[in-house]
């Protein structure tokens, strides 16, 4: 048996675009190579292949290979696009949702406030959602390492939870 390694979603495709099977398409993710030509994506049960991308306002048009016409692309259509998970960047010091969420969380004493259940998007800035109902806003993350997310909290901020 063998195990597919846990996808990550990239995307979601919007409305075809054109005739020729160009699709809209809002990409998750800074990573604009997941949109370069030959970058393999699941949409649905299926895997397609970008053939060419192009921005196009705060959306990007995709074409697929082996869809060459609107009929053939609106299958895709509202669709989320999963893709294997990237490897490392040296220097990457990014903080990335899979690695947060199920995370201790701690201050720089080694007080635990529980485990980071989801993280939540806001304009601001990413706030962390925490197992006891606190949120923690990304700003007060100072690292983020394998299982441990270490905050610098404001006096206050978890006082209203006792």
């Keep these: 048996m063998t195990s597919e390694p846990q996808l990550r979603e990239v995307g979601k495709t919007g409305r075809a675009h054109g005739v020729r099977g160009d699709i809209s398409v809002e990409l998750l993710t800074d990573r604009e190579e997941r949109l370069a030509k030959g970058a393999r994506l699941k949409i649905g049960a299926r895997w397609v292949t970008v053939a060419a991308a192009r921005v196009a306002g705060p959306r990007w ?6 869809f060459d016409d609107r009929t053939a692309v609106e299958v895709l259509q509202g669709q989320p696009m999963l893709a294997e998970p990237l490897p490392s960047v040296e220097g990457d010091d990014g ?3 899979h690695n947060l969420v199920g995370a201790e969380v701690v201050d720089a004493a080694g007080v635990s406030y529980g485990r980071c259940t989801a993280v939540l998007a806001n304009p601001a800035h990413d706030i962390l ?3 006891s109902g606190a949120l ?19 006096d206050g901020l978890f006082d209203l939870l006792d």
């Design 95 to 97: 903080m990335y949702v």
């Design 136 to 154: 923690v806003p990304v700003v007060f993350v100072v690292s983020s390492t394998a299982g441990q997310i270490v905050i610098a909290p404001p």
């Design 129 to 131: 959602e925490l197992e």
């Design 61 to 66: 048009l995709v074409h697929f290979e082996g």
